[in-house]
């Protein structure tokens, strides 16, 4: 059974930089579409960033692009977020999430709704 661990959250002043990693266990990595989404207290989860699994094309929050890059390492079995000039309103429980054999066009912007595999989440606190 397919697992996700994501790690590399933590406390930062605002201005400052985080990498978060999800590293999968128990399923094909190269396969899977990967997304970050979050959840700050009190609201609904958002979506952050997409990386597909044809050809790993990205896709990105208004809120975040410009800020954030999604990576993936299909040998390491592990996807990345690299959080730069972060914000308060960043602060957030980040999740990554999977999906097999499913492609999308280049053009939409998936929800939390298509993916079937999640992991527990890392906190981000952001200071100000």
């Known amino acids: 059974q397919a697992q996700l661990e994501e790690s590399g959250g933590g406390l930062v002043q605002a201005g400052g930089s985080l990498r978060l990693s999800c590293a999968l266990s128990?399923?094909?990595?190269?396969?899977?579409?990967m997304a970050w989404f979050r959840r700050a207290p009190g609201k609904e989860r958002e979506f952050v960033a997409a990386?597909?699994?044809?050809?790993?094309?990205?896709v990105y929050a208004d809120s975040v692009r410009g800020r954030f890059t999604i990576s993936r390492d299909n040998a390491k079995n592990t996807m990345y977020l690299q959080m730069d000039s972060l914000k308060p309103e960043d602060t957030a429980v980040y999740l990554c999430?999977?999906?097999?054999?499913?492609?999308?066009?280049?053009?939409?912007?998936?929800?939390?709704?298509?993916?079937?595999?999640w992991g527990l989440g890392t906190q981000v606190t952001v200071s100000s």
């Open positions: 999430a999977a999906r097999w054999s499913w492609g999308y066009s280049s053009n939409y912007v998936p929800t939390a709704n298509d993916y079937t595999t």
């Open positions: 128990g399923g094909s990595f190269a396969y899977a579409a």
């Open positions: 990386s597909s699994q044809n050809d790993g094309s990205t």
